[in-house]
């Protein structure tokens, strides 16, 4: 047997995604089992065209991401709704009552990928986001003004002071993600938020700053939104996520692009983590010395924030001595998608078991 020293390996609870893009049709084949080879659980954003607007489309996208999951492992896709101006409180309330959907994901129109159908006069979503705090059900919100006079990189602070904050004083009840946050201020509105908030944190926006999408040249493979920002920024999504703060839990906003897509004039925004996601954020843990607090962030936090319960199966996290190699890419159809490349070495290994270690 191994030196436990030299490369300890240990159980946690299997972790969620509580963000993630499958896609559809080759690239959701492509994606669906490196989720599923990582998570018991994840909740899937409901970005398509045309966007999963009601109970009728969750149900038939949440059939067509089964029919991806390998038979080896056990996996279940949360299904989230498309808010627009036009959603009806009732049809969002069918879908929270026969469990159909579990959440409903706020994108301010022109915000990112597919937000067209989003919303531009937030008044208009007020009786949905009434019915919503009335019933429970969280609001998923993906936290940038959608304005081309605010600098892309002050996107997320001011969307928090003139969208975010009048609808939590609107609806103090109301449940909100603050989703893929990435920067210092993020986390504090959280922090001091008050009651029913909190925010998912991406792997990418643990790994890296802006410098490496743009210093000594451009690279497409690394930009997403919300955008990389400063180093502090980094910084202080690391003390968040290793805070064992239970309002911080990992959503990786696993963002699959084709190549073609990113390797181009106008690359799409997205990054593509789901194949080496929970290793890399195990090194992230190791190397800030918080491997011990991985597990209330990738396993634990998120499902209480949902009022689920944990995870009965678990995940084996083993270090190696050498670095572990990830694909660099998976095959969709004629295409393929570049998986996120942290930068620096990956010593741990994830595998999925009920077994208990021996
Ligand atoms: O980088 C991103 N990609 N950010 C988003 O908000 C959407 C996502 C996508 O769907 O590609
Ligand atoms: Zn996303």
Redesign the pocket.
């Given at each position: 047997m191994a030196d436990p020293r030299i490369m300890p390996a240990f159980e946690i609870a299997c972790p969620d995604d509580w963000h993630v893009?499958f896609r559809d049709g080759d690239v959701l084949k492509a994606v669906v089992p490196e989720t599923a080879r990582s998570f018991a659980r994840a909740l899937v954003?409901p970005?398509l065209l045309p966007p999963v607007r009601c109970d009728s489309d969750a149900v038939a996208y949440k059939r067509r991401i089964l029919a991806s999951v390998p038979d080896e492992f056990e996996f279940e896709p949360l299904m989230t709704l498309y808010l627009t101006e036009e959603s009806e409180p009732k049809l969002v309330e069918a879908a929270a009552v026969a469990g159909t959907a579990i959440a409903v994901k706020l994108y301010p129109a022109g915000a990112?990928?597919?937000s067209a159908s989003g919303v531009r006069n937030f008044d208009k979503i007020a009786p949905v986001l009434e019915k919503m705090a009335e019933i429970g059900m969280p609001l998923c919100v993906?936290g940038e003004v959608a304005d081309e006079a605010v600098d892309i990189f002050d996107r997320e602070t001011v969307f928090l002071e003139r969208v975010l904050e009048p609808i939590r004083r609107r609806n103090p009840a109301l449940k909100v993600v603050l989703e893929h946050v990435t920067t210092r201020e993020g986390v504090e509105y959280v922090l001091n938020g008050g009651g029913g908030i909190a925010a998912t944190i991406t792997v990418h926006h643990l790994a890296i700053n802006r410098n490496i999408m743009l210093s000594g040249g451009m690279r497409p493979h690394y930009y997403?939104?919300p955008v990389a920002k400063r180093e502090c920024h980094r910084e202080a999504l690391l003390s968040a996520a290793t805070s064992g703060s239970e309002r911080f839990f990992l959503g990786t906003?696993s963002?699959p692009?084709l190549k073609d897509g990113k390797e181009t004039a106008v690359a799409?925004?997205?990054?593509f983590t789901a194949t080496c996601a929970v290793p890399c954020l195990a090194q992230i843990f190791d190397d800030t010395g918080a491997i011990d607090r991985l597990e209330a962030f990738a396993s634990v936090n998120g499902a209480k924030f949902y009022d689920l319960p944990q995870n009965s199966g678990k995940i084996i996290l083993e270090k190696c001595e050498l670095p572990v190699e990830y694909s660099k890419a998976v095959s969709a159809g004629d295409d393929s998608i570049a998986v996120f490349d942290p930068g620096f070495p990956i010593h741990w290994k994830a595998r999925r078991c009920r077994d208990k270690l021996r």
């Amino acid at each position: 047997m191994a030196d436990p020293r030299i490369m300890p390996a240990f159980e946690i609870a299997c972790p969620d995604d509580w963000h993630v893009h499958f896609r559809d049709g080759d690239v959701l084949k492509a994606v669906v089992p490196e989720t599923a080879r990582s998570f018991a659980r994840a909740l899937v954003m409901p970005n398509l065209l045309p966007p999963v607007r009601c109970d009728s489309d969750a149900v038939a996208y949440k059939r067509r991401i089964l029919a991806s999951v390998p038979d080896e492992f056990e996996f279940e896709p949360l299904m989230t709704l498309y808010l627009t101006e036009e959603s009806e409180p009732k049809l969002v309330e069918a879908a929270a009552v026969a469990g159909t959907a579990i959440a409903v994901k706020l994108y301010p129109a022109g915000a990112t990928t597919n937000s067209a159908s989003g919303v531009r006069n937030f008044d208009k979503i007020a009786p949905v986001l009434e019915k919503m705090a009335e019933i429970g059900m969280p609001l998923c919100v993906h936290g940038e003004v959608a304005d081309e006079a605010v600098d892309i990189f002050d996107r997320e602070t001011v969307f928090l002071e003139r969208v975010l904050e009048p609808i939590r004083r609107r609806n103090p009840a109301l449940k909100v993600v603050l989703e893929h946050v990435t920067t210092r201020e993020g986390v504090e509105y959280v922090l001091n938020g008050g009651g029913g908030i909190a925010a998912t944190i991406t792997v990418h926006h643990l790994a890296i700053n802006r410098n490496i999408m743009l210093s000594g040249g451009m690279r497409p493979h690394y930009y997403c939104l919300p955008v990389a920002k400063r180093e502090c920024h980094r910084e202080a999504l690391l003390s968040a996520a290793t805070s064992g703060s239970e309002r911080f839990f990992l959503g990786t906003d696993s963002a699959p692009h084709l190549k073609d897509g990113k390797e181009t004039a106008v690359a799409c925004a997205g990054i593509f983590t789901a194949t080496c996601a929970v290793p890399c954020l195990a090194q992230i843990f190791d190397d800030t010395g918080a491997i011990d607090r991985l597990e209330a962030f990738a396993s634990v936090n998120g499902a209480k924030f949902y009022d689920l319960p944990q995870n009965s199966g678990k995940i084996i996290l083993e270090k190696c001595e050498l670095p572990v190699e990830y694909s660099k890419a998976v095959s969709a159809g004629d295409d393929s998608i570049a998986v996120f490349d942290p930068g620096f070495p990956i010593h741990w290994k994830a595998r999925r078991c009920r077994d208990k270690l021996r």
